[in-house]
């Protein structure tokens, strides 16, 4: 049983910042895109940032120059750095893998629980 586990969550002013991690366990063979996602009361999730395996980043407009997405695979961790936060940021915050079980498995996407942002003007 694969588990995305988010931390880091908070209420923080305007301005501040927060750094999000989600460390995935369980039987896992390799871990490819890792990513976050929010969700906003009365609106739909949508993406944050995206990492590849090898580094590679995608990052939403309303985030660029502001959050920054990183990982550690020998950890099984996907962090996001959240600076200049701005009460827009407020949203539920959910991590998202695409993980494979066994090498003969296609891989197959997996959510966190989700962690409240709460940005205060």
């Known amino acids: 049983q694969v588990q995305l586990v988010e931390s880091g969550g908070g209420l923080v002013q305007a301005g501040g910042s927060l750094t999000l991690s989600c460390a995935a366990s369980?039987?896992?063979?390799?871990?490819?895109?890792m990513g976050w996602y929010r969700q906003a009361p009365g609106k739909q999730r949508e993406l944050v940032a995206t990492?590849?395996?090898?580094?590679?980043?995608n990052y939403a407009d309303s985030v660029k120059g502001r959050f920054t997405i990183s990982r550690d695979n020998a950890k099984k961790t996907v962090y996001l750095q959240m600076n200049s936060l701005k009460p827009e940021d407020t949203a539920v915050y959910y991590c998202?893998?695409?993980?494979?079980?066994?090498?003969?498995?296609?891989?197959?996407?997996?959510w966190g629980q989700g962690t409240q942002v709460t940005v205060s003007s």
């Open positions: 990492i590849t395996s090898s580094g590679s980043t």
């Open positions: 998202n893998a695409d993980i494979r079980l066994t090498g003969w498995d296609l891989p197959a996407g997996y």
């Open positions: 369980g039987s896992i063979f390799s871990i490819r895109t």
